[in-house]
């Protein structure tokens, strides 16, 4: 009886080294299949390098920066024209999102002014709504008076601080 286990076991194993032995390999690098899956990377590669350009020109083209009153998240008429500008930019690069950010300058606590720049923020996605974009392609963050564009402390570094910037992303 015991034979018979033993004898059983070894045709199971002989029986799955075989299995396994036989078993195909994926294609991959250096087995054959090299020119095609060189050729997949190379196209591969070639897109990301078209969308990191097409996002770096969408970036330099949605860059113009608006501008704020004092304690205020109305958009000026200048502010709407670059906001329009910005719309068909939107509309040229279709697959880019947009992320508005809100910032203060100095005066004001840090909660009066993170909020202040949310709706600063929201005024201009707000906006940009209204004239067509949608909103799953807008976000929006405030950065308060944290990432001054001007470390001044008078009237002409806080009015360069009070703005909303624009950044693309995919």
Same mark, same amino acid.
């Given at each position: 009886?015991?034979?018979?286990?033993?004898?059983?076991?070894?045709?199971?194993?002989?029986?799955?080294?075989?299995? $396994?032995?036989?078993?195909?390999?994926?294609?991959?690098?250096?087995?054959?299949?090299?020119?095609?899956?060189?050729?997949?990377?190379?196209?591969?590669?070639?897109?990301?390098?078209?969308?990191? !350009?097409?996002?770096?020109? $969408?970036n330099?083209?949605l860059?113009?920066?608006?501008?704020? $009153?004092?304690?205020?998240?109305? #958009?000026?008429? !200048?502010?709407?024209?670059?906001?329009?500008r910005?719309?068909?930019?939107?509309?040229?690069?279709?697959?880019?999102?947009?992320?508005?950010?809100?910032?203060?300058?100095?005066?004001?606590?840090?909660?009066?002014?993170?909020?202040? +720049?949310?709706?600063?923020?929201?005024?201009?996605?707000?906006?940009?709504?209204?004239?067509?974009?949608?909103?799953?392609r807008?976000?929006t963050?405030?950065?308060?008076? !944290?990432?001054?564009?001007?470390? +001044?402390?008078?009237?002409? $570094?806080?009015?360069?601080?009070?703005?909303?910037?624009?950044? +693309?992303? #995919?």
């Amino acid at each position: 009886m015991r034979g018979r286990i033993v004898s059983l076991f070894l045709v199971v194993l002989m029986v799955s080294l075989l299995g $396994a032995g036989c078993a195909k390999k994926a294609a991959g690098p250096g087995d054959g299949s090299d020119a095609s899956w060189e050729e997949q990377e190379r196209q591969r590669l070639e897109k990301e390098r078209q969308l990191r !350009e097409m996002l770096g020109q $969408a970036n330099t083209e949605l860059s113009q920066i608006i501008y704020f $009153a004092f304690d205020s998240s109305s #958009l000026t008429p !200048e502010a709407r024209q670059i906001l329009t500008r910005k719309v068909e930019v939107l509309r040229k690069y279709p697959q880019v999102k947009l992320v508005v950010e809100g910032h203060c300058d100095e005066r004001g606590t840090a909660e009066y002014n993170l909020a202040l +720049g949310e709706r600063r923020a929201q005024a201009s996605a707000q906006y940009l709504v209204n004239l067509g974009v949608e909103a799953s392609r807008i976000s929006t963050v405030s950065y308060g008076k !944290e990432r001054p564009l001007d470390p +001044g402390h008078g009237e002409s $570094a806080w009015a360069k601080n009070r703005r909303d910037e624009f950044r +693309g992303t #995919l």
